[in-house]
């Protein structure tokens, strides 16, 4: 069974920083779009930003300018720095990988167990 395995989450004051890791099992995760989604709290879970199999990359609005989403093919990593941390970025933030080299959200088809981030004002 492919293991995504999260780490780097934690407690942070607004403006700080954290950057998160997804250690994967699958064999080439190049060939597979890898995501962050977060579910804050109140809302639905979201996706904050993925890298497709193309290497395409994508981060939702609200995080842009703030958060970095990197891949290491060599580590089998999928990473996400956050800068300048907000209290709305408070929520359980998820590693997904996809059945395939797409994003489509009914593509995701493995799920890490989730990491805590708390940004405090």
């Known amino acids: 069974a492919v293991q995504l395995v999260e780490s780097g989450g934690g407690s942070v004051q607004a403006g700080g920083s954290l950057r998160l890791s997804c250690a994967a099992s699958?064999?080439?995760?190049?060939?597979?779009?890898m995501a962050w989604f977060r579910q804050l709290p109140g809302k639905e879970r979201e996706r904050v930003g993925s890298?497709?199999?193309?290497?395409?990359?994508y981060l939702t609005d609200s995080v842009k300018g703030r958060f970095t989403i990197a891949r290491d093919n060599d580590k089998k990593t999928l990473d996400l720095s956050m800068n300048s941390l907000k209290p709305e970025d408070t929520g359980l933030y998820y590693c997904?990988?996809?059945?395939?080299?797409?994003?489509?959200?009914?593509?995701?088809?493995?799920w890490g167990q989730g990491t805590q981030v708390t940004v405090s004002s």
């Open positions: 699958l064999a080439d995760i190049s060939a597979y779009c």
């Open positions: 890298i497709n199999g193309y290497a395409s990359t």
């Open positions: 997904a990988a996809a059945a395939g080299r797409t994003c489509f959200p009914g593509n995701f088809v493995h």
